[in-house]
């Protein structure tokens, strides 16, 4: 069984927001610069927020006889169904507390209490 993750509203618009600054803030800089050294490091760093998300945004759910599969861009994060011992329906909510984890940046994920 597989399910596929839908973003919400919310995870969409921070996500292309928030893209659409950093590239709007790259292309201002470019302009602005003879020195190309603030634009590689503004790129770096673009990319350093970008590429992250390929290993933590969760495409979607998967369920096989032993384990349940988190599948992401770069990697599949299994856990062993034997050690589940009870699942919740979680309504959303920005009550929880979070320990660390995205709120909205290409979904929801990370620990949360």
């Known amino acids: 069984m597989k399910k596929r993750v839908e973003l919400s509203s919310y995870c969409f618009i921070v996500s292309a927001l ?11 800089v470019l302009k602005q610069q003879d020195n190309r050294w603030p634009v590689i490091i503004l ?3 673009i990319v350093g927020l970008l590429l992250p998300t390929l290993f933590y945004m969760p495409l979607s759910l998967s369920v096989d ?7 992401r861009p770069l990697r599949i994060k299994s856990t062993p169904l034997e050690d589940i011992a009870a699942v919740k329906l979680c309504p959303p909510t920005m009550g929880a507390i979070r320990i660390a984890g995205s709120g ?3 979904g929801w994920y990370g620990w949360f209490r």
Do not use: Q, R, S
């Not at 928030?18 to 201002?28: E, F, K, Q, W």
């Not at 006889?65 to 599948?71: A, D, E, Q, R, T």
């Open 18 to 28: 928030t893209i659409a600054v950093l590239c709007g803030i790259l292309l201002y």
């Open 65 to 71: 006889n032993k384990y349940l599969n988190i599948n």
């Open 43 to 45: 790129g770096v760093l």
């Open 104 to 106: 909205g940046w290409f």
